[in-house]
């Protein structure tokens, strides 16, 4: 399943404007990577279509049977990878997904991952930290963006935690 987000900047205290593109990526084993490159140059025509200009791809390359940097920006838009992986929500990861949302405010991100847990991560943080939003609030948002993971909730208290006592790593 390839569930993309697309976040506008300016959250704030109104909606976050949250495009779903419900495409599915071909599972069966024995589809070939052609039907992998058309279904994923489909995936970033409805991006484009919906006027994201910049792609951030929160997956590690190992995660990826494709080549979205190339596909992207064949479409016109600004691609960077910046993987989040581990057992923890890393402050140089997230920090680094920061510059690039503020470097690009001015236009339609795609923020995405495999299933949407990465980004609503990223976001509940994000939301915490630059919005002063409670904890409790910011998951909520959070798991409308995509967190289904207990885990990965865990993950953004301890993130958010660590961040106010200036430990985070």
């Known amino acids: 399943n390839l ?10 205290d109104g909606p976050i404007d949250a495009i779903f593109l419900g495409l599915e990526k071909p599972t069966d084993a024995s589809a070939d990577s052609r039907d992998s490159q058309v279904h994923s140059a489909t ?11 910049v792609v ?17 920006e064949k ?30 405010e ?6 995405h991952c495999s ?9 509940a943080t994000h939301l915490v930290r630059e919005h002063s939003m409670t904890i409790d609030a910011a ?6 963006a995509g967190i289904t993971k207990e885990e990965v909730a865990d993950r953004v208290r301890e993130y958010v935690q660590k961040h106010k006592e200036g430990e985070t790593k």
Do not use: C, Q
């Open 75 to 104: 479409l016109g838009m600004a691609y960077y990878n910046v993987p989040v992986s581990g057992p923890r929500f890393e402050r140089d990861v997230f920090g680094h997904i920061e510059e690039l949302v503020e470097a690009n």
């Open 56 to 72: 951030i791809n929160l997956r590690p390359p190992s995660e990826l049977d494709w080549d979205e940097k190339a596909t992207v």
């Open 139 to 144: 998951l909520a948002v959070g798991r409308r």
């Open 115 to 123: 299933t949407s847990n990465r980004v609503g991560g990223w976001l």
């Open 3 to 12: 569930l993309a987000t697309v976040i506008e900047r300016d959250v704030g």
């Open 43 to 53: 995936v970033g025509e409805a991006a484009r279509a919906a006027g994201v200009r």
């Open 106 to 111: 001015d236009v339609p991100i795609l923020l």
